[in-house]
């Protein structure tokens, strides 16, 4: 938790102190809501999620006959930790061998990294990891990958030509042949509006199902916390294309706008699988509620 403190320092600074300034004391009256509502806002949680904390908060308070300004954290720890709660959803990879995960994501989001993180976190628990390099837009993501799967004893399936969904087909016989416990398929950064980029993906995904009928089992969209409220507008719009399945947030080390997490619940919840709080291989952890709303307020 100490770590997890440290890496969502930047949250923690700007919310946490701005919300223990609020705590202080005096009277909870409507002064006091406005000045919450205000410090609430800056974090990047929207307006939606802003107005149902502030709704929850209120409840609780004229329920449990609150009066001091101190009591109110309380209050506003419950009902954050009702609202993320959701979320908090642990990938469950056994009973399917293969399990297939497929990441969808704009460039620069952390998609690599978070490959070898994850191919880290599954052997230390045991299980055999075969990559797919379906990232053939960019030589450099495959020389990448392929790199980072030698150093790591990981078997990478990659193509020196074709497309994202030949190579994802030919892991998915690969990993079938041998016997591999989860396959995790790499694709090229894309934007939701990049219309024939977004056709593209759905291809990858059609043909890992023609591969394995019941796969991708996961599909993962992962995003750069700094985007802030801008993720949603993401998580809609590959929700739409692909059907997600999980998210991975990374980056929640490098800014304040860690509130995003309570905006995706609010609007567009899908479970967020793991977060990311810095570069290191053990910082990719998976999301927990408690502690996340632990390690911003305590
Ligand atoms: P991709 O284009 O989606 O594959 O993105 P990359 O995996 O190449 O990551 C882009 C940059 O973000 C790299 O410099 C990573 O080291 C960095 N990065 C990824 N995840 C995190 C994280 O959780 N924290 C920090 N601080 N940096 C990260």
Known sequence: TERLKSGLAKTRDKLGKQLAGLFGGGKIDDELYEELEAVLLTSDMGMDATSHLLRDVRERVSLKGLKDASELKG???????????????????????????????????????????????????????LLAAGDTFRAA???????????????????????AAAVCYDAMQA????????????????LPTQLHLMEEIKKVKRVIQKAIPDAPHE????????IGQNAINQVVAFDEALGLTGLILTKLDGTAK????????????????????GEGIDDL??????DFVDALFD
């Open 141 to 163: 993501a495959r020389e990448q990958l392929i790199a980072w799967g030698e150093r790591n004893n990981v078997t990478v399936i990659a193509q020196q030509s074709g497309d």
């Open 285 to 290: 952890r998976p999301f927990s509620t408690r």
């Open 219 to 226: 599909v993962v969209l992962v995003l750069d916390a700094n």
């Open 75 to 129: 209050a506003l720890k419950e009902a954050l930790v009702e609202l993320i709660q959701p979320l908090e959803q642990p990938l469950q990879t056994h009973g399917k061998k293969p399990y297939v995960i497929m990441l969808a994501g704009v460039n620069g989001a952390g998609k690599t990294t978070s490959i070898g993180k994850l191919a880290k976190y599954f052997q230390s628990q045991g299980k055999s990891v």
């Open 175 to 190: 990993a079938m042949a041998r016997g591999i416990d989860i396959v995790i398929a790499d694709t090229a950064g894309r």
């Open 258 to 277: 860690g509130g995003v997490i309570a905006g995706i619940a609010k609007q567009h919840p899908v479970p967020l699988r793991f977060i990311g709080v």
